[in-house]
């Protein structure tokens, strides 16, 4: 049996093993450093809504939505299991507008845990 940290580290460590390429911000900026003070200063719905805002060609912040990818995977992980079926940052959006405060709370304070491996495995391109 593992512990959340053990989860946790595989999963980040599954992201960083990953196409890192695709996570990078504006300018080549390391994204994966901006999101949770994103989600501490302004909410985790609110910061889903920013890495999610389209432009013409698609989306505005693909580099935010991959990091937020990987962390609805990561929440619907059998060990973590505080959502289900979200496998890409619209699906979690979806579930957590649907979802009561209690889920949002406790997807918030995993995603920031979460982002605590994943920042230190990501390394910038």
Known sequence: MKNLAQVRAASA???????TNRIVGANGGEAIKKVPPMIAGNGLLAALAFCLEEKREGLQRPGFA???DAIAKHLQSEDIAITTNTNTATELLHHLVASDSKTLKLATAESLE???????FVRPQ
């Open 114 to 120: 979460w982002l605590s491996y994943a920042r230190r």
């Open 66 to 68: 991959a990091i937020f």
């Open 13 to 19: 460590l599954e992201l960083a093993n990953g196409n």
